[in-house]
């Protein structure tokens, strides 16, 4: 067998991290996509987050990443990447950057992603960490992801990582034939949710019961 440590014992401490965090919580809880476990992986989850928090970046639980929002905990950024069945080369709207993980994780898979934030810093931050670590197919934009990103649509893929009351309508029309939406629907507690484009229409099922930071902006407006 061939050794592929680094040279940098930090690097590899990282890894190990990583490598634990992929069995335990995410293989362990049925994520068996395998574009999606190496792209999990691949990417350094705790370069995502504030220096003070970095140590409890593969911990099994959401983390806080500054201005009141949270980084997903790493089994829903795996389901949710599963549930979204993108193939590279396939191009994925994403509303709510946050941190930047779950667009490097998706970009990892070989797929363009468009990514949305409505908070100026979070939106600087995160396109600044994107570009560094070299995600080159990862696109953010500053602003209300509401209407979507019209001038790339339609999308392979559309993954809502703020929770909206109800789905906003501009999405539905961005999404192409047989993609799927991944979006977690409701209030306090919400529904993660997968809708489906079909010929003729769209297809709903519930998957599971999560909690994200709220949709804000246009959604809390419009009826
Ligand atoms: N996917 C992120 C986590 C997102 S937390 C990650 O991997 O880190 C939810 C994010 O959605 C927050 O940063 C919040 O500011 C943003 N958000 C909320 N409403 C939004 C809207 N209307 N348009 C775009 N982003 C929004």
Redesign the pocket.
Known sequence: MVACNSADPEIDRWVALREKMVKRQIEAMGVQEPSVLAAIRSVPRHL?MPEENRERAYEDSPQA?G?G????QPYI?ALMTELLEVKPGGRVL??????????AVIAAMGVEVFS????PL?CET?AQTLAELGYENAHVRC????GGWPEEAPFDGIIV??APERVPEPLLEQLAEGAHMVIPVGAFYQELKVITRRVDGFTERSVIPVR????????ERVE
Not at 116 to 119: G, K
Not at 143 to 146: E, I, R, T
């Open positions: 995502f990443i201005q929002q949270t980084i997903s950024v994403e509303i709510g950057t946050g941190s930047g993980y779950q667009a949305i934030e409505i908070r979070l995160s602003g209300d992801g509401y990582t703020a994200f930071v709220p949709m804000t902006g246009e959604i």
